[in-house]
């Protein structure tokens, strides 16, 4: 007999202040999975949730405010080769850098470009980052 395992959803915001031309990343707490590496606001969907209402939920949790009137441009669409796992990936434009509020499930934050990512970063971010398709569409959206 096979079982059925339900899908298990993330998404993640990969968050381009346009008047520096850098990205948001975030330093994971020692604790949980992957700790201590570098990574994105985002994580996995409540049940009946869309990846958009997610995704400000989890900006709104992880950097304590909200982003008004986002943009939001999916570059990426990671599916596990079990399809048990899928994880989107936005590009999300602000004007500027701002200060995040950070919630526990992180302790350090840093605004960079991405030729300068900080290490070690997530593997999920280290995989989307070094996709050139993915590139291609993170450099046409900084331009857009």
């Keep these: 007999m096979e079982f059925r395992t339900k899908l298990v959803e993330g998404v993640g915001a990969l968050i381009y202040a346009r008047s520096t031309g850098r990205y948001l990343f975030l330093l994971r707490n020692d604790g949980g999975s992957w700790p201590l590496t570098w990574a994105l606001p985002g994580g996995k969907l409540d049940n009946n ?3 958009i209402a997610a995704l400000a939920r989890e900006i709104e949790e992880e950097l304590g405010g909200k982003i008004t009137d986002p943009i939001l441009i999916q570059v990426d669409k990671f599916v596990s080769n079990n399809s048990r796992f899928s994880y ?10 701002f200060l995040p ?3 526990s499930e992180h302790i ?8 300068n990512a900080p290490t070690p970063l997530h593997p999920g971010i280290n995989r989307t980052l070094r996709n050139p398709g993915v590139m291609l569409q993170i450099k046409s959206a900084e331009v857009g």
């Excluded at 989107?88 to 850098?97: A, I, L, S």
């Excluded at 350090?108 to 030729?115: D, I, V």
């Design 49 to 51: 949730e869309t990846t």
């Design 88 to 97: 989107t990936t936005y590009f999300t434009p602000v004007d500027d850098e």
């Design 101 to 103: 509020y950070l919630n």
């Design 108 to 115: 350090g934050y840093a605004w960079l470009p991405l030729r």
